[in-house]
């Protein structure tokens, strides 16, 4: 059984920094890619940034770029999205998933507010 964790959201003020995690379990990890997703209030979910299987290559929103990195332990079966210079607009419910076989986890919330 397929299984994604998320943590490590909270309240943080404008310019500061939170790293997300996803914990992964349930199949071969390092075999798939991961992305992350967030969906705002009375917002359309959007993608985030997607890392390919291995860490070999990856793909950041324009809203994101330079501000946030992915990166993935293999090993532990876990991504993690760091966020730096958060925005208001960054607020969101916040989605890891392995895309190509339709799993989601349950998602973890960010507030950006001074």
């Known amino acids: 059984q397929v299984h994604l964790v998320e943590s490590g959201g909270g309240l943080v003020q404008p310019g500061g920094s939170l790293r997300l995690s996803c914990a992964a379990s349930?199949?071969?990890?390092?075999?798939?890619?991961m992305s992350w997703y967030r969906q705002a209030p009375g917002k359309e979910r959007e993608l985030v940034v997607d890392?390919?299987?291995?860490?070999?290559?990856?793909n950041y929103a324009n809203s994101v770029m330079r501000r946030f990195a992915i990166s993935r332990d293999d090993a532990k079966n876990i991504v993690y999205l760091q966020m730096h210079e958060l925005k208001p607009e960054d607020t969101a419910v916040y989605y890891c998933?392995?895309?190509?076989?339709?799993?989601w986890g349950q998602g973890t919330q960010v507030t950006v507010s001074s």
């Open positions: 998933t392995v895309r190509e076989l339709g799993v």
């Open positions: 890392v390919t299987r291995f860490g070999t290559g990856t």
């Open positions: 349930g199949y071969s990890f390092a075999n798939f890619g």
